[in-house]
């Protein structure tokens, strides 16, 4: 598995940034669609898997597969472009402005968004046999899940709200960790290594990422969850989105901009001149 090093792969991060910026919008909503419903998709998969073998961790080892298939076909997370767009504006990349990123991070929340809303539409007619049948043990599940994930924060106010923003920015910590893995190697198996461990990890955990729950959400709603649209906005979604933002501009595309892309030189250490002369006796 060929590895670049973290100055090459850095300054592909910021390269990364500036393409998503000069993407037209048909391109960028098509990506954006597709990761949304990919992700769902693997979503729905993991909790399926969950179910039916009552081991969550099986579920959260195989989720990442969806990851993987839609990094690998070029398409774009929300969680991605927080994280390498501003990277291309820090560079002082030309025709990159905070109006250009932001038009990037509207355009591509629509496109996952409706890639997710679509998965979950086909998902709810095939559990429920076009709406005609109970959806089962695992629409329940996604029902509960939905209802744990607002109504559960609601009731400790502030505080709930700042600890799904606090599960964002973990999440999204791991998932461009994920990412930016994926530009540590030219091979494909080299990339799915390093884009499984920090999904696995973040999915396993329960942290809040703000497409997933594009697909989780709307789909427990659809199942019959005691909770409603603007609950699902307030007490999830937009935390959630704040947190995956912040979670991973700062932990992971900041950090790794300051120290490899902006390198600051190496420190000069005076060296006693007399004392390195000497040598040791035999």
Known sequence: MAYLL??????????????????????????????GAILALA???AVTIAV????????????????????????DLLTGVFVLTPLAWL??????TPKQILRNWGLVFLGNFGGALTVAFMMSFIFTMGYNVDG???????ASIGEARTLGYAEHGVAGWITIFIRGMLCNWMVSLGVVGAMISTHVSGKVLAMWMPIMLFFFMGFEHSVVNMFLFPFGLIMGG??????YFIWN????????????????GLTLYTT????????TIPIDKAAASQTLPI
């Open 260 to 267: 490899h892309v902006k390198t600051l030189p190496k420190r």
């Open 237 to 252: 979604e937009i935390p959630t989105a704040l947190g995956n933002l912040v979670g991973g501009l700062a932990f992971t």
């Open 6 to 35: 973290p100055a090459e792969f850095a300054t592909k991060m910021v390269d990364a940034g500036e393409a998503k910026i000069y993407m037209s919008t048909r391109d960028t909503l098509i990506r954006a669609y597709m990761a």
């Open 136 to 142: 089962g043990a695992i629409a329940t599940k996604v």
């Open 226 to 231: 005691e909770f409603s649209v603007m609950d």
């Open 43 to 45: 979503a729905v998969f």
């Open 52 to 75: 039916q073998t009552g081991v969550f961790l099986l579920g959260a080892v195989l989720f990442p597969v969806g990851f993987c298939m839609l990094y690998l076909m070029g398409f």
């Open 91 to 96: 560079a002082q990349r030309p025709g990159v």
